[in-house]
């Protein structure tokens, strides 16, 4: 999911996992994963927007479940996992 977020940013794509890695992004880079630097503006709201588009009612649960996963990710990174 990071892999292809960092991949995405440097196409200059929005998808949901580059908006993620512009969500992480500080936290990200202070666990020494390098991150691009054009990451998206207001990528909380983008997100939620991308997911309203396609799961409608559903977006709220999912958006939820994606911060969840890089929450996670970025504790496993911070402690070299």
């Known amino acids: 999911m990071i892999d292809r977020g960092i991949r995405d940013l440097e196409n200059g794509e929005e998808t949901i996992e580059s ?4 969500i992480g992004a500080p936290r990200l880079r202070g666990a020494g994963i390098n991150v691009p630097k054009n990451t998206f503006e207001s990528p909380e709201h983008r997100l939620y927007a991308l997911l ?3 799961d409608g009612d559903g977006a709220h649960s999912r ?3 994606l911060i969840r996963r890089l929450v996670s990710f970025e504790r496993a990174a911070e402690c070299g996992l």
């Open 19 to 22: 908006l993620l890695v512009s």
């Open 63 to 65: 958006y939820n479940s």
């Open 52 to 54: 309203a588009q396609a």
